[in-house]
């Protein structure tokens, strides 16, 4: 199978439109070829393709930034001596001054098909500010590693965010591409929006969403791997909680916590006394962490790791966000007066709790919170939305 950024490189009928344009080119570490150079190299020595400047999201066009709201500085490159502009800086929408340094804006960024990982709001952001201005923007579509299913409730009205783009679940089960056409037809945008497609991608084949012959490579320095890929829909609500994710150890958002005082054995026995259906598609193994960064640092943390891999995985069965909804909700169980909500500015939102933020409204703070909620009444929170979503996205698949 073929990347879009691969197919462009291949066929000169699919590059001629770019020819005498001025382009610039949005990546991260994760942006190469099938070949591993990145893509900003390959294209600077395509034929044809004239760079005049390039972009970097979240974590950087080198994806040297550790941490949420760690900003990056704009710079030059030093090989090709085009100014590269910081998405994640003193700004996150591109300035005009950004937008008059091409003509045409290659998008090409590995995300992972969670609503949350920003590089979907800087595909947002960008089709939003060539809207209108006749600048060309072109996503140079990369796979979906979480597949197509769906899970999560909707983000609400008025509590859009920069892990917040717009309406949609959590997980959403879209390419960049196919998110990029919904923008266009939601947001009503005038803009002249095109996809470079791949070739052969099969979201339901060998992988589930990611290739198997293809390397991972981190798209920022806590996407170490597929494994955290597929658990993120539900792993990264605890940015939002005052246990760890992992954070300062060499698998950051493959647990489902870790903390000193919690004990990991008896929530895992409460979880599948809970709600055992969701526990399914994975394995769960207690396992002991101590952050040399980050939250807890320099204690010794008891904890479940997660493993959506190897003969563990099934891919239809496996549900991360509630899975993380039920440790939630277990640790509230066991330990009532858990300080389990994190109080904290949360990607520059500060008037709102950050794991209202990150699941675009209170709903699943309130039911882990709710000593009478049970397993159905999540169901009935999130199914609706998760039913209405695969509707509105069919018309804007391409695979």
Excluded at 10 to 21: F, S
Excluded at 80 to 105: H, K, N, Q, W
Excluded at 179 to 188: E, P
Aim: a negative charge; aromatic letters at 10%.
């Amino acid at each position: 199978m073929k990347f879009g950024i691969d197919r462009l490189l291949a066929d000169p009928a699919l590059r001629a439109p770019l020819e005498g344009k001025r382009v610039a080119l949005v990546a991260h570490p994760a942006s190469v070829t099938e070949g591993l150079v990145h893509s900003l190299d390959a294209l600077a020595a395509c034929p044809g393709i004239t760079l005049t400047a390039a972009f970097g999201p979240q974590h950087g066009l080198r994806g040297d930034k550790q941490d949420n709201m760690v900003e990056t500085e704009d710079f030059i490159d030093p090989a090709l001596g085009i100014p590269v502009f910081s998405l994640y800086g003193e700004v996150r929408r591109p300035t005009a001054r950004m937008m008059d340094s091409a003509d045409v804006f290659l998008f090409d960024l590995q995300d992972l098909g969670c609503r949350i990982y920003t590089f979907v709001t800087t595909l947002l952001y960008l089709l939003e500010a060539a809207s209108g201005t006749g600048k060309v923007v072109w996503v140079l579509d990369r796979p979906n590693p979480a597949g197509r299913p769906v899970e999560g409730t909707t983000l609400l009205a008025g509590w859009e965010s920069f892990v917040g783009a717009g309406p949609m679940p959590m997980r959403h089960g879209m390419t960049l591409g196919e998110m990029g056409r919904w923008f266009v037809d939601h947001f009503k945008l005038d803009v002249d929006y095109r996809v470079v497609a791949m070739e052969g991608w099969e979201p339901e084949g060998p992988g589930f969403g990611w290739p198997l012959n293809r390397i991972w490579i981190n798209p920022s320095p806590n996407a170490a791997s597929l494994n955290m890929a597929r658990a993120y829909a539900g792993t990264v609500m605890i940015e939002g909680a005052t246990v760890s994710e992992g954070r300062g150890t060499t698998r950051p958002l493959e647990v489902l916590f870790g903390a000193p005082d919690v004990d990991a054995k008896a929530v895992l026995a409460e979880m599948r006394a809970f709600a055992p259906e969701w526990l399914a598609g994975c394995a769960l193994r207690e396992c002991w962490f101590e952050p040399t960064f980050h939250k807890h640092v320099g204690k010794l943390c008891n904890a479940l790791m997660v493993h959506a891999d190897g003969g563990f995985y099934d891919h239809h069965a496996f549900k991360p966000w509630r899975l993380q909804a039920l440790a939630f909700k277990t640790i509230r169980r066991l330990y009532p007066d858990y300080p389990l909500w994190r109080d904290f500015p949360y990607e520059y939102v500060t008037d709102k709790l950050a794991i209202d933020v990150i699941n675009g409204g209170p709903g699943l703070r309130e039911w882990v919170d709710n000593p009478a909620s049970t397993a159905v009444d999540l169901e009935a929170l999130a199914g609706p939305d998760e039913a209405a979503w695969r509707d509105v996205r069919a018309p804007f698949l391409l695979y």
